[in-house]
C-alpha cells in the first residue's frame, strides 16, 4: 500500500523514505529536557567567576588544597608537614569563614551531583510507581485504608496537599547582645607547582 500524502514510504526492511525530499528518514534521537532546578542549578554554576571567590586565586589554592587532605580525611598535623606550614596556621585556615563558605559551596555540589543521580531513578520508575498507585484506588480486593493511603499519595504528588501549619513562639529574657569581631584575612599561600621526580 502506497503512502498518502506526506506519509513516509516503509520499505520492506524497514527503513523509512521522505515522498517529498526522496531520503532515508533517520530515527529521532530524544533529548532529555532539564526541568527548572536544573537548569538554574547549571545556570548559577556557568556563571561562577573567580571573582566571585571568597579569597583571591593564590589564596583559594591554600584552602583547596587543605580542604582537598581533610575531606580525604588526613590530620591537621600531616596537613601542615605536607604544606609547609604551622599546625596553628593551618587550623586558622580552617576556622575562617572563607575555608569555611569554600567546604559548603564543595560540599554541596557533591551532594547535589549525588541528588541528581537519584532523582534521574525516580523520574525513570515514577511512571510505574503512579501506575501502581491507580491500581491499588481500582482494585476491589484492596482494604478502605489501602486506598486511602494511596489516594492520599496521589493528590500530594499532584500539589494537592494541604498546608502546614506551624506555630512559632520565642521568648526572649536579659535583651540583646551585638558583638563585633574583626578577623585578620590572614590565609597564607603556597606554592602548588608538581615537583619533578
Do not use: W
Amino acid at each position: 500500500m502506497l503512502p498518502n500524502g506526506t506519509e513516509p514510504l516503509i520499505l520492506a526492511d524497514g527503513t523509512r523514505i521522505d515522498p517529498e525530499q526522496g531520503t532515508v528518514i533517520k530515527d529521532e534521537i530524544l533529548v532529555a529536557v532539564p526541568n527548572t532546578a536544573e537548569i538554574k542549578r547549571d545556570i548559577i554554576a556557568a556563571k561562577r567567576r573567580l571573582h566571585d571567590l571568597p579569597v583571591p586565586p593564590k589564596q583559594m589554592n591554600t584552602l583547596s588544597v587543605i580542604l582537598s587532605y581533610s575531606l580525604c580525611g588526613i590530620s591537621d598535623n600531616d596537613i601542615s608537614t605536607v604544606l609547609s606550614l604551622s599546625s596553628d596556621q593551618v587550623v586558622n585556615i580552617k576556622q575562617s569563614d572563607a575555608y569555611k563558605e569554600i567546604q559548603t559551596i564543595m560540599v554541596n555540589n557533591i551532594t547535589e551531583s549525588d541528588s541528581s543521580s537519584v532523582r534521574d531513578m525516580f523520574v525513570q520508575h515514577s511512571q510505574g510507581a503512579a501506575q501502581v498507585m491507580f491500581d491499588v484506588m481500582a482494585n476491589p480486593d484492596v482494604g478502605v485504608t489501602t486506598k486511602m493511603v494511596a489516594a492520599k499519595d496521589v493528590l500530594d504528588r499532584a500539589g494537592q496537599r494541604p498546608v502546614d501549619v506551624v506555630e512559632h513562639r520565642h521568648k526572649m529574657e536579659g535583651g540583646l547582645t551585638i558583638e563585633y569581631v574583626e578577623k585578620k584575612d590572614d590565609i597564607p599561600t603556597i606554592d602548588i607547582t608538581p615537583e619533578e621526580f
